[in-house]
T-cell receptor, first 113, second 113 residues
Framework: GNSVTQMEGPVTLSEEAFLTINCTYTATGYPSLFWYVQYPGEGLQLLLKATKADDKGSNKGFEATYRKETTSFHLEKGSVQVSDSAVYFCALYGSSNTGKLIFGQGTTLQVKP | DGGITQSPKYLFRKEGQNVTLSCEQNLNHDAMYWYRQDPGQGLRLIYYSQIVNDFQKGDIAEGYSVSREKKESFPLTVTSAQKNPTAFYLC????????????FGPGTRLLVL
């Protein structure tokens, strides 16, 4: 079945450092891929998405490229801020999912001043 | 403002008691979803509804019930049969029937007394 695997956290960075959070997936066909962000005590916010191979999703300085050859959708940001501290979830939606988003387990990012 | 509201923010349940979590959306979305989030884990789907008066079980439906009498409302009842109800509950909605991009509410934290 479809699945998503994220790198384990927590990831701790200093302000202005480069961020990469790895995400790989297993799916049949051509799924859509998402990154959601969850700030403490809040719901999930859609950060970015990509719906086909080689698409790049971007928002608020974050980027992720849909790589079908490596089944990956790694999240990157060139210069993180303290306000980026949150939990980041990679998710997949496939035609066989019948409405279900498949989530990774989440990666906690801590940015120190 | 369009969005998804969940109430209450915190809910306490006594042994043997049923409790109902509210979810309302004014986005005119057809599909609505309930997820459960446990610490350090991704989200797991409890129930989802594609249209009014129709809903399907997700991966962990046991001990929960839902109704969808109105397009904008999708309440979740945690019954006494759910032996481990302490969790963060998230409601989501998507445009169209099983639209792939899901938008989340702020969540309800359920605690057992």
């Amino acid at each position: 079945g479809n699945s998503v695997t994220q790198m384990e956290g927590p990831v701790t960075l200093s302000e202005e450092a480069f961020l990469t959070i790895n995400c790989t997936y297993t799916a049949t066909g051509y799924p859509s891929l998402f990154w959601y962000v969850q700030y403490p005590g809040e719901g999930l916010q859609l950060l970015l998405k990509a719906t086909k191979a080689d698409d790049k999703g971007s928002n608020k300085g974050f980027e992720a490229t849909y790589r079908k050859e490596t089944t990956s959708f790694h999240l990157e940001k060139g210069s993180v801020q303290v306000s980026d501290s949150a939990v980041y979830f990679c998710a997949l939606y496939g035609s066989s999912n019948t409405g279900k988003l498949i989530f990774g387990q989440g990666t906690t990012l801590q940015v120190k001043p | 403002d369009g969005g998804i509201t969940q109430s209450p923010k915190y809910l306490f349940r006594k042994e043997g008691q049923n409790v109902t979590l509210s979810c309302e959306q004014n986005l005119n979305h057809d599909a609505m979803y309930w997820y459960r989030q446990d610490p350090g884990q991704g989200l797991r789907l409890i129930y989802y509804s594609q249209i009014v008066n129709d809903f399907q079980k997700g991966d962990i439906a046991e001990g929960y019930s839902v109704s969808r009498e109105k397009k904008e409302s999708f309440p979740l009842t945690v019954t006494s049969a759910q032996k481990n109800p302490t969790a963060f509950y998230l409601c989501a909605s998507s445009e169209g029937v099983l639209g792939e991009t899901q938008y989340f509410g702020p969540g309800t934290r359920l605690l057992v007394l």
